[in-house]
């Protein structure tokens, strides 16, 4: 069973909408929480990275983290069909080097 | 544009063949990761370095594959002998704190 689970596995929202994407980690010594998107045949690029307790933002985006449940969300306002891609979550210690684990992934389609 | 160059972008070997792709990674980053993607999008880590010593690897990086990281020359990842279950996109990355930058990947097809 993945470490680092993800919901939904897909995900369709009309354009203007809001999507919210989930994870959680099973393994307890992860720190640091991060959102990965890969637009399809490209590699995937850093979004958002989240290490404490609580919200952070940049422009559309949100993470929550609660790290007393492993858990963070992803959540993207005013979604564009741009948007469209395969959102990763990956989770690591805080050890130098430390390997990130990635979870399935989420499919989001938005709908023009 | 990726700054992590991965060559080839795609390569075809047959059961049994070698397989070897090669990773520069980003300028001054000490560490590089090489995952595979597999066709139902999963990630499995590989093995990592850090200034040409492997910091881990998981146990069929140990058995089928051979990677290495030389200083002043790319880094490789070699898959002795590929089998069909090989096919997938791989990805290298290097990190200088906790940010990973991956490449574009190379995708092996083992007919």
């Known amino acids: 069973q993945q470490k680092v689970q993800q919901s939904p596995e897909s995900l369709i929202v009309p354009e203007g909408g809001m999507a919210s994407l989930n994870c959680t980690s099973s393994d307890r010594n992860v720190d640091y929480f991060w959102w990965y998107r890969q637009h399809s045949g490209k590699s995937p690029k850093m979004l958002m990275?989240?290490?404490?307790?609580g919200e952070k933002e940049e422009g559309r985006f949100t993470v929550h983290l609660n790290k007393a449940s492993l858990h963070t969300s992803l959540h993207i306002r005013d979604s564009q069909p741009s948007d469209s891609a395969l959102y990763l979550c990956a989770a690591s210690s805080n050890n130098a080097g430390a390997k990130l684990t990635f979870g399935g992934g989420t499919r989001l389609t938005v709908r023009p | 544009n990726s700054k992590v160059i991965q060559t080839p972008r795609y390569l075809v070997k047959g059961q049994g063949q070698k397989a070897k792709m090669r990773c520069i990674p980003e300028k001054g980053h000490p560490v590089v990761f090489w995952y595979q993607q597999n066709k139902n999008n999963e990630f499995k880590f590989l093995i990592n370095?850090?200034?040409?010593?492997?910091?881990?690897q998981i146990d069929m990086t140990e058995k089928r594959f051979s990677a290495e990281c030389p200083s002043n020359s790319p880094c490789s990842l070699e898959i002795q002998s590929s089998e069909a279950g090989d096919s997938a996109l791989y990805l290298c990355?290097?990190?200088?704190?906790?940010?990973?930058?991956f490449g574009h990947g190379t995708k092996l097809s083992v007919l």
């Open positions: 990355a290097s990190s200088q704190g906790e940010r990973l930058f």
């Open positions: 370095f850090q200034n040409q010593e492997v910091l881990q």
């Open positions: 990275s989240i290490f404490s307790n």
